[in-house]
């Protein structure tokens, strides 16, 4: 059983240019949870999916995130016009049940130049 | 206020001793988890443990075991007999259940423990 796959792992933007992660999840797992890591700080959620729903949006910026997960295909976070404070690690994770725990994907890495 | 409190920004311990990282938390709800993650250097984030509001005993783990003390509202990570392995960034972490949408409610997380192993 796969784990949660991201991609890509490492993702190089210059400013004003347009940012895709993207992120599979478990299977069997139809939720889905963006989180950002700050360099040398913890994870902040930011929006919380399930299929052709977004559930909990209340950690993403109003302005140039958004996120999707359509009925078929990974989920999407998309950055529009990233600036330099954007560069972070953006995981994915997906869970099912009550008492499951998150399980995370590794990441991916966007450094905004 | 914060949710989740991690008072030991760093750490540094004796190969082969016990190690108990600290985490307390804040909430108001019945029901709801707790989950300790470890992130290595190399960035991924390993599930360890969980512990549920209405478990009666400590999670355990193979060498990580949960200090759990409901009324002090903390749940401390103890790793046994330490390894350079175990050399990471610890996260204390909690779900709380609420509403319809029980169970998938969003993990909030600590700022983390960096745990470093001395040979």
């Known amino acids: 059983n796969a784990g949660v796959m991201q991609n890509p792992r490492h993702l190089v933007r210059r400013r004003g240019q347009e940012a895709r992660l993207r992120c599979s999840p478990m299977?069997?797992?139809?939720?889905v949870y963006w989180y950002r890591q700050l360099p040398e700080e913890g994870l902040k959620f930011m929006v919380y999916?399930?299929?052709?729903?977004?559930?909990?949006e209340s950690g993403m910026p109003k302005e140039r995130f958004s996120a999707e997960f359509p009925k078929e295909g990974p989920s999407i976070l998309r950055i529009q016009q990233v600036v330099r404070g954007d560069s972070a690690a953006y995981f994915c994770?997906?869970?099912?049940?009550?008492?499951?725990?998150?399980?995370f994907g590794n990441g991916t890495r966007l450094t905004v130049t | 206020a914060q949710k989740i409190t991690q008072t030991q920004p760093g750490m540094f311990v004796q190969e082969k001793e016990a190690v108990t990282l600290d985490c307390t938390y804040d909430?108001?709800?019945?029901?709801?988890?707790l989950f300790w993650y470890k992130q290595p250097s190399s960035g991924e984030m390993i599930f360890l443990i969980y512990?549920?509001?209405?478990?009666?005993q400590n999670a355990t783990e193979g060498r990580y075991s949960l200090n759990f003390q409901k009324a002090r509202k903390s749940a401390n990570l103890v790793i046994s007999a330490s390894q350079l392995g175990d050399s990471a960034m610890y996260f204390c972490?909690?779900?709380?259940?609420?509403?319809?949408?029980?169970?998938?409610?969003?993990?909030?997380f600590g700022t983390g423990t960096r745990l470093t192993i001395i040979p």
């Open positions: 999916l399930q299929k052709e729903n977004i559930i909990d």
């Open positions: 299977k069997g797992h139809s939720h």
């Open positions: 972490a909690m779900r709380e259940w609420k509403g319809d949408n029980f169970g998938n409610e969003k993990l909030t």
């Open positions: 994770a997906s869970s099912t049940t009550v008492s499951s725990p998150l399980h």
């Open positions: 909430t108001s709800d019945q029901s709801y988890g």
């Open positions: 512990q549920g509001s209405y478990d009666e």
